[in-house]
């Protein structure tokens, strides 16, 4: 990403990209929780402009293995630098919010530890076995790295049997190495078609307005289909700061109900697609015919 890249604006938002500012008592509540069991979302760390919506209504999405990631992704609000340590108390304070805040379904993502040899994936099962265990009800997604093609430690997750696996591929091949330099699509398909095969519930979206052609979408549809995902998640990206990638267009209701009607036209279990839509947005709702 050069300067002016780097320093440029993004277009103004347009009137279908209205949120409200976060308040009320279930906002308080949930906030409260996560700074008392000194507990990262993802939330707050990626700037998600969903965040008063979905912490009023009681939900968050927890953020383990600290908040340092060792990516530099040019989408991506959540710090970038080397982690100072690993938190093995993390999972245990995760399990408790869980209960505190009596969810149904818990999202868990991470960031990336690409300086661990299991990239994490012992925390990720931990945090996922200890929240099963003091809340035997409620089904659990991971939004999971790609561990550096670390196939072992992919399975160290799986044997942990969350009942969702989420793994972004983020945008469309032709962007990664300016969206997302140190991934690979490949990899990202690999990986879904992994677990798929062991017979989980897959899930994966992108962000549009990067600068792909709804061509590009297209194509990355047809990918995910041939490695079996159900679930589908595409939102507007929204630039965090000026030192990240500017918006290149503001996709439309429209191109977005577009999207929508070609994943449903290739059956997919479900398609979220919007605006305002990220990764864990109504994440029980869209996967709950599936839980059945």
């Known amino acids: 990403m050069n300067v002016e890249e780097k320093t440029a604006r993004s277009p103004r ?4 990209l209205k949120v409200q500012l976060p308040t009320g008592t279930g906002y308080r509540k949930v906030k409260g929780l996560i700074e008392e069991h000194d507990l990262h979302t993802v939330c707050e760390s990626a700037a998600c402009p969903n965040r008063g919506e979905c912490w009023s209504s009681g939900t968050a999405t927890f953020m383990i293995l ?3 990631c060792t990516r530099s992704c040019g989408f991506c609000n959540v710090v970038t630098g080397k982690p100072t340590e690993l ?3 993390e999972p245990r304070r ?3 919010a869980v209960r505190l805040m009596d969810l149904k379904y818990a999202v868990i993502t991470s960031v990336n530890r690409d300086e661990l040899k299991d990239g994490g994936a012992a925390v990720w099962a931990e945090t996922i ?3 099963r265990e003091q809340n035997p009800n409620t089904k659990i997604e991971v939004l999971i790295p790609d561990f550096c093609s670390n196939w072992d430690a992919l399975q160290t997750v799986i044997d942990a049997k969350p009942d969702v696996l989420n793994h972004n591929t983020e945008t469309v091949p032709r962007l990664y190495l300016q969206v997302r330099p140190q991934g690979k699509f490949t990899r990202s398909m690999e990986l879904l078609a992994r677990a798929k095969a062991q017979g989980m519930v897959t899930k994966s979206g992108i962000m549009v307005g990067l600068g792909e052609t709804n061509e590009e979408v297209i194509e990355v549809m047809k990918e995910w289909k041939k490695v079996n995902v159900d679930l589908l998640t595409l939102g507007q990206y929204m630039q965090p700061t000026l030192n990240h990638l500017p918006v290149a267009r503001w996709v439309t209701p429209e191109e977005f109900k577009f999207f929508y009607d070609e994943g449903i036209k ?3 279990e479900n398609v979220f697609s919007g ?3 990220r990764s864990s947005y109504h994440a029980g709702e869209q996967s709950e015919k599936l839980m059945k």
Do not use: C, S, T, Y
Not at 13 to 16: C, F, G, L, M, V
């Open 13 to 16: 938002k347009p009137e279908w």
């Open 66 to 68: 600290g908040n340092i």
């Open 87 to 89: 938190d093995l108390d």
């Open 94 to 96: 995760v399990a408790d």
């Open 129 to 131: 076995r200890l929240v």
């Open 266 to 268: 290739m059956g997919f």
């Open 275 to 277: 605006p305002l839509v």
